[in-house]
């Protein structure tokens, strides 16, 4: 009798216990995807990428681990990778025609489903700190421009010269764009000038979803857009519901790729969608969207996602896409290419 | 026998006919929601709100039934708002807290879900037109600012200046609320200068869904925005899937209302969503977002949408919405209230 008395009262404690915590936090993220083949990549630079998006995970693990919430999370893990010239989102974004870098940002928290987006900006060191900003402290979702810019300032983001987001490699691929731009309208009719260039189709995006102890999903997507854009073009990143999307009771979504596609597409919502009236479970979803719907429409990306339970979907229909995760076991993963 | 055989005939043209044209067009057209009501509504005020509104749904139908596509008509119908200084749209847009007109638009084909859109632009006289041009002569879907307001210059879009945009009555409104909110700071904590204002809510975005005799759906919807608004905010209505959506194989939204609520709720698409997964009807659909989703989240508004066949359904969840229609029966229908 004394011993079930026991065994009655700890199962009662680790039951209080496991619903004071309830769930095991896990996150993904992904620099990018596009056509990135192993035989195209240097040894040494592989390494770089494998060894930054583990610093990125292993920072908004951290958070997680230590009982912190899963924005700060997802903005921790972003951050790594904003401040890398190896992905295309903050340091070490694309550049522009006309030579600038034009930064856009978007986090979403799906406990209150709240959001935050900017898109335009070329002063705030970390876009995404803009975007949260933002969500936190402004009742809008998105701003735009040098409007956001001065939002940004007076809520004591750090602001840089422009000259900040400059990196020589990036520079140097604008140039070799605009050449061989200016060969292919010798050669081809006018409207040539506004048909998007990518002649490597690395998209370098940079996002982050993540799932704290309380249950709580996050969102976030950071970009420098698309090498080469002109006329304040804005991809998907900004727009929720197309590349960033995060709702408690289905999934967050983070995409990455040809924008235009995914705009069309609603690609993030979509996905939550599929969970919530087709009750599919989030890899189903997540591959529905991305490997079945988003190749018959055309659009090139993928996305990577996670629900409550910490389950993890990184679906792409590219030849690479730089991601990772630390799951629910807290079991790292890394990977570039398709096979691995 | 010859009687039979002259039916027949008459019976087999008829059905030629109809595959031919196929579909009776319809279009549906608002021009916003909010607080709406009769007593404070003037006569003339009311004549005049209607008679605009039959002249835009008139500008519409005619190119539907004379076999014009549902894109033409959506632009036309939308364009008779925006230079009526009525709507908060075009001539008449509300006025920005640093006494300016910011507009956004957006335009989306059902056929093929192509999709172009526009936001904080200040010279485009029809920004419905700027947005179709972002749609049909380039390969994006979203610019902003001075981006956008180059590219329609180089599309040879009418230009004008600012002032254009300016009508006295928005900007008393802006200086009163200016003063309302300047009342309530010296009462408030220091946040409140980050709150909106509503003080009439009335949002009047306008906005126009169509189908026309080939079975092709499209949406369209033009705003100035928020009285007041600051730092480059951006509402609903150039997030497709939020304020615009249009899918042949479902429906055509054009959404007016609190738009970050509308953005965090991904109205339009949510309304094809349903009927594509849940196999909802358009009016289920519509009515399941706008009068049971949003109202639960918060959001206040309404839609107009459209299907294939030509039913319409425009639910709200506030006290009026300027809207109206003409449906497959080539029946004419106005309403600003809740009870008409």
Known sequence: MKRYFL??????????????????????IHGGAGTILKENMSATMEAEYRAKLEEALTAGYEILETGGNSLDAVV?????????????????AVFTNNEKNELDAAIMDGKTRLAGTVAGITTVKSPVAAARAVMEKSPHVMMIGQGAEQ??????????????????KRYDQLQKIKETE?????????????????????FGTVGAVAVDQEGNLAAATSTGGMTNKRYGRVGD???????????????AVSATGHGEYFIRSVVAYDISALMKYKNMNLKEAAEEVVLKKLVDFGGDGGV??????????MPFNTSGMYRGSIDTQGKLYIGIYKEE
């Open 182 to 202: 200016k060969q292919q309208l010798d050669h081809s009719n006018e409207q040539g000038s506004l048909l998007p260039q990518f002649p490597d189709q690395k």
């Open 304 to 313: 990577i996602s996670i629900d409550r339970a910490g389950n993890i979907a």
């Open 237 to 251: 990143v900004p727009i929720i519901g197309a590349g960033t999307y995060a709702d408690n009771n289905t999934c």
């Open 76 to 92: 921790a893990a972003i951050q790594v990778m904003e401040e890398s010239p190896l992905f295309n989102a903050g340091k070490g």
């Open 151 to 168: 939002f940004a300032k007076e809520q004591g983001l750090e602001i840089v010269d422009p000259s900040y987001f400059y990196t020589k």
């Open 7 to 28: 065994l009655m009262l700890t199962l009662w404690v680790s039951l209080i216990a496991f619903a004071q915590t309830g769930h095991k936090p896990a996150i993904a």
